[in-house]
Each structure stands twice: as structure tokens, then as C-alpha cells.
């Protein structure tokens, strides 16, 4: 079965930095884009970042441009996203998804994980 798993999340001082991992299972994971995607207290879902099977390709939302940087290792099947100069703004579950279709962006995001939680705070 296709399961995803995040971890990383916690809480940290505003400027401070976190690395989020999305350990994949279940699916070639080489073959698909992948996603970032979080849900802020009382908001709904915003994308944060994506790339492409080989990682070459990468986009973020101008809301983490510039702080956040999105890889991955395809040999241990994980995502990563790496938080920097973390804002309160940036306070989320951060989950991590899948492409549907192989080697295609936005056809759809049909296996998620449950999500990591990351708090910005003093």
C-alpha cells in the first residue's frame, strides 16, 4: 500500500530553521513529482513547493520563495523540505503528496501523508 510518512516537525523560535522528511512507500518513487502542501490554524490548503522525478525541477508559492528549498533522494525514497528564516506565518501541518499519473505535474494529488507539525513561536 502507498503510505507516506512525515516527520521533522516541532517548535522553533521565529528565524529559526527545520528540515522536514517525507519517507514513501508502496509506489515507484522515482517516477512521480512530488508535492508540498500545508494548512495553516483556521486556513485552508496552500501548495508550497513541488518537484520533478529527477529533481531538476523545482516551484515555490511566493510566500516561502527564497526561505524554503524542496529535494529529494529517490536511492531512500524520501522528500525533504528545508525551513529557513521561519516566520509565524509559516506555522502549518505540512504534508507531503504524490502525482497520480507517472512523470506528470498536476494531474492530480491522490496519496497523502498525515502531516507534520510545525509551530513558530517566541
Known amino acids: 500500500q502507498v503510505h507516506m510518512v512525515e516527520s521533522g516537525g516541532d517548535l522553533v523560535q521565529p528565524g529559526g530553521s527545520l528540515r522536514l522528511s517525507c519517507a514513501a512507500s508502496g509506489f515507484t518513487f522515482s517516477d512521480h513529482w512530488m508535492y508540498w502542501v500545508r494548512q495553516a490554524p483556521g486556513k485552508g490548503l496552500e501548495w508550497v513547493s513541488y518537484?520533478?522525478?529527477?529533481?531538476?525541477?523545482?516551484r515555490y508559492a511566493d510566500s516561502v520563495k527564497g526561505r524554503f528549498t524542496i529535494s529529494r533522494d529517490n536511492a531512500k525514497n524520501t522528500l525533504y523540505l528545508q525551513l529557513n528564516s521561519l516566520k509565524s506565518e509559516d506555522t502549518a501541518v505540512y504534508f507531503c503528496?504524490?502525482?497520480?499519473?507517472?512523470?506528470?505535474?498536476?494531474?492530480?494529488?491522490?496519496?497523502w501523508g498525515k502531516g507534520t507539525l510545525v509551530t513558530v513561536s517566541s
Open positions: 518537484i520533478s522525478t529527477g529533481g531538476d525541477a523545482t
Open positions: 503528496a504524490k502525482d497520480l499519473k507517472k512523470d506528470s505535474i498536476w494531474w492530480g494529488l491522490d496519496y
